[in-house]
C-alpha cells in the first residue's frame, strides 16, 4: 500500500482529500499510451481516460477524453471560449500538472487547470486512468472522476468516420 512512487502517491492523497479511496494498479509492461492500457488492464480503450492538455489562447487546459475519442480543437477550443488552440508541448505538461506525459493523471495536478469532460466516458460503468506514472492506472466510476475534477461536461470529440 505505501510502496507506490511518489507521483502515484500524490494521486492517491488528491482522491482522498475527495473522500474517494483509489485502488491503484501497476502493470510492469506499462501503461503508456490508451492502447497499452486498455491491453494492460483488458478493458475497452473507450473505458481510458486520457488526460490531454491543450494551449487555449494561452491557456492550459485539460481535455479528459474516452481513449476511443480524439479532441477536435475547433470544439474544444469554443468550449473553453476562445479563439486558437494548439496541444501543449512535454515541458508545459510537466509545468502545468507536475506530471510527464504518459503517466498524467485526470487530477492531483500541481497547479489549477480547467477541466472538461468527454460525455463519452460516462457510457461505462467503471472508467481507468493514469496514476502519475507510465505504470500505474486506477479504477473509477466516471461520475465521480467528473465531480472529483470540477470539470465541464462538453462535446469537444471528433464525430466517427
Ligand atoms: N497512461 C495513459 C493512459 S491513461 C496516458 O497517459 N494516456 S494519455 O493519452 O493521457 O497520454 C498520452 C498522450 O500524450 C498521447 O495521446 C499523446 O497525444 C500525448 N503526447 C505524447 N507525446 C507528446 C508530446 N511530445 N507533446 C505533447 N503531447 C504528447
Known amino acids: 500500500m505505501s510502496d507506490l512512487p511518489p507521483s502515484a502517491q500524490r494521486v492517491v ?6 473522500g474517494l ?3 491503484v494498479v501497476e502493470y510492469p509492461d506499462g501503461t503508456r499510451t ?6 494492460a488492464v483488458g478493458c475497452e480503450v473507450g473505458q481510458i481516460v ?22 477536435d480543437t475547433a470544439k474544444l477550443t469554443k468550449a473553453a471560449g476562445g479563439a486558437k488552440c494548439g ?16 503517466g498524467v493523471p485526470p487530477f492531483g495536478h500541481d497547479n489549477a ?8 466516458l460516462l457510457g461505462h460503468d467503471s472508467v481507468w486512468a493514469a496514476a502519475g506514472t507510465p505504470r500505474h492506472v486506477f479504477p473509477i466510476n466516471p461520475a465521480d472522476l467528473l465531480r472529483i475534477t470540477g470539470a465541464t461536461e462538453s462535446t ?5 468516420m
Do not use: C, W
Request: proline share 3%; charged share 25%; glycine share 6%.
Open 13 to 18: 492523497d488528491a482522491a482522498s482529500s475527495h
Open 21 to 23: 479511496t483509489l485502488e
Open 34 to 39: 490508451a492502447d497499452d492500457a486498455a491491453a
Open 50 to 71: 486520457k488526460s490531454l492538455i491543450f494551449e487555449v489562447d494561452g491557456e492550459l487546459v485539460l481535455a479528459l477524453t474516452s481513449g476511443a475519442n480524439r479532441v
Open 87 to 102: 496541444r501543449a508541448d512535454a515541458d508545459q505538461v510537466r509545468a502545468i500538472t507536475g506530471y510527464a506525459i504518459g
Open 113 to 120: 487547470v480547467r477541466a472538461f469532460f468527454d460525455p463519452a
Open 156 to 160: 469537444f470529440t471528433e464525430q466517427p
